[in-house]
Structures are given as structure tokens and as C-alpha cells.
């Protein structure tokens, strides 16, 4: 909620490196993202591990729609997503104003 105050937006697409709180899973938590997978929809989260049958720690790939940004990882292109977005919440996107609303239909032929 405070992200989307501040930044005026409320998804982006999530990117390695972001620190990302999980919401809805078994395996609740934090912690950084390793990788985004998008072929297999799954992001690896980098203290949500589970062992093998060999023993070897492996992370867990939890869906993205289950997780939370708290803190985004900021670069150049993600500074240009939030100015477009910004951007056209700020036009008016062609709708009625007002004035506009109320105008008797007489002034038509």
C-alpha cells in the first residue's frame, strides 16, 4: 500500500533482485527473488527452500500472483515504466467533464 501511494501503481511486473513478501502459499515468507521463470510461471525465492530426496536444498517456485513488493529494485527502464504510467492516469483519456455533461440537447437540430 505505501509502494502504491508513493508510486502511483498498482502492478508491475516482478524482476530478479526484489524483495518480495509471500501472501499465499505453504510456504510463507520473505526474501529476494533468485529468477523469474516465465515459461513456467514461477519465481524461485531465495529463503523459501525446500531438500530433496538426495538431501540437496532446493528453492521453492511460487506463483507471482501470491506475492507482495515491498521494496522494488530500482533501475533505468522501471523509472521509465512509472513516468508512462503516471503519465496517462494524469490526461483525461477522452471522457466527459461536467460541463460538458449537463448541456441541453435544444442547441441540436
Request: charge should be positive; aromatic fraction near 4%.
Amino acid at each position: 500500500p505505501e509502494l502504491r501511494q508513493k508510486y502511483k501503481v498498482r502492478s508491475l511486473p516482478i524482476r530478479k533482485q526484489n524483495k518480495v513478501r509471500v501472501v499465499r502459499a505453504q510456504s510463507k515468507g520473505k526474501g529476494k527473488v533468485i529468477t523469474c521463470s516465465r515459461k513456467k510461471y514461477v519465481v524461485p525465492i531465495e529463503r523459501i527452500i525446500r531438500e530433496r530426496a538426495t538431501q540437496m536444498p532446493v528453492p521453492v517456485g511460487i506463483h507471482p500472483s501470491n506475492c507482495v513488493i515491498p521494496k522494488i529494485r530500482m533501475a533505468k527502464a522501471r523509472k521509465f515504466i512509472f513516468d508512462r504510467k503516471t503519465r496517462e492516469t494524469k490526461q483525461d483519456k477522452g471522457k466527459f467533464s461536467k460541463p460538458n455533461v449537463g448541456v441541453p440537447m435544444a442547441d441540436v437540430d
